[in-house]
């Protein structure tokens, strides 16, 4: 509920295998699911927290979340970062969303 299971992807941030903010990973068969915009879903690295996991995770569409994906790409900013680690401690708290 509360996405201690992600934790141990602090060694992947640390390997610069992931980030801490960025879209969530996906598999290889979602990327089909992301059209038009796989090729710049492909330019950034996964991260821990996104605009994703602080807007209603798994209580969103999969379009919503491809459409949150590419507002995060094509907007990223340090301060938007910043933003999303600071929406991300209420989002995990509350635990909606997370299954």
């Not at 992947?12 to 996906?26: A, C, K, Q, T």
């Not at 915009?37 to 569409?61: C, E, H, K, Y």
């Amino acid at each position: 509920k509360f996405s201690l299971d992600e934790l141990p992807q602090l060694i992947n941030v640390l390997r610069r295998e992931m980030s801490l903010v960025g879209p969530r990973m996906i598999t290889p068969c979602e990327l089909a699911m992301y059209g038009r915009w796989s090729d710049a879903f492909l330019t950034v690295l996964p991260g821990i927290t996104g605009l994703w996991q602080v807007n209603g995770r798994s209580n969103t569409t999969y379009d919503e979340r491809v459409h949150l994906d590419m507002t995060y790409i094509y907007n990223w900013s340090i301060w938007l970062d910043i933003k999303i680690i600071f929406l991300t401690v209420p989002a995990v708290l509350k635990g909606e969303g997370a299954y």
